[in-house]
């Protein structure tokens, strides 16, 4: 009988051994999933390398109807279905991984939690582009990520259930992660391949009409903000804290600073837009009585920098404002 039981235990230390190493591998390839996941998502728009760049570029904009932008990929002469599809299918996609590791790491909890899990952490990466100003906040990727997540908890519940032990089990999620991540990989290479994140594709800044600007150096404006409203000789600017961090100034107790503009104040205009790994900046001069219109139309204020006149320091000698189209 004892070499039976030396055998027997000699088996549990390999399978043992075996679901501990099959465990690393799981946490690896989820770990190369996440690296990915939050460069498409939060730098898609504004790659990495942007946010060290001289002129600080900040894409902004939000959508809190659900189904708004849904129904518009489907309704917008300007948007070809394949490109609708691709946006609303990758949006689904790219979440079903991450819903396979909360539904791993929620094992015997309710189901709910692994639910509000996913909920939690895309509104999270929807919070962190809007105060980061990477690009657009949207509800409906917030809903498409959650069902991406769902189907995700899915395939976990599934896998669960048609194998038979343990190690098959780990063995089935490593095949099916690595089979998407084949799969994914190649359609977002056929379709946007700059979002990989070993693409050798550099960010390039092209800047149209900029001679518009000469004489005013937009890293030494007197203050740098959100333009929050605008009346017949007077703007005033909210003092958000981030372009405090990313320009190095003191943040002041005032949280907005009100700004008189006459007939000699220069006013500039930076319309942004992005195509692919290009972002493309084309500046005009303007009147101050456009200044306003910029706000009616548009649900999110627009960055805006101000030159301060020497003589004095509460009147404007030139405004740049930053608008996406």
Known sequence: MEPKLNSRS????????????????????FIVYAFITIKIILFKTIPFSALFHSRIMSLRSINMIPFNTIIEFFTSESIDMGRALANIGGNIAIFVPLGIFVAYAAYNKPLRISFLCL???????EVIQYVFALGSSDIDDILLNFAGGAIGVGVYKWFRKTTSSRNQFLISLIGFFLA????????IRMIAPDLLPFSTAKVEYIYENDEVMAGWDEAKADLVGDLAAVETNKITVYMNPKYMQMTGEKETDDEYAHIQINASTQVFIRHISTDKNTVISKYEEVTSSD???????????PTVRVWLSNEDMQVAEAILISIIN
């Open 10 to 29: 000699g088996d549990d230390r390999e399978k043992n051994g075996a679901s501990k190493l099959l465990i690393v591998i799981f946490y690896l390839i």
């Open 119 to 125: 909920l939690l952490i895309s509104f999270g990466l």
């Open 180 to 187: 998407a991540g084949l799969l994914g990989g190649a359609a």
């Open 291 to 301: 200044i306003a219109s910029l706000l009616e139309t548009r649900d999110i204020a």
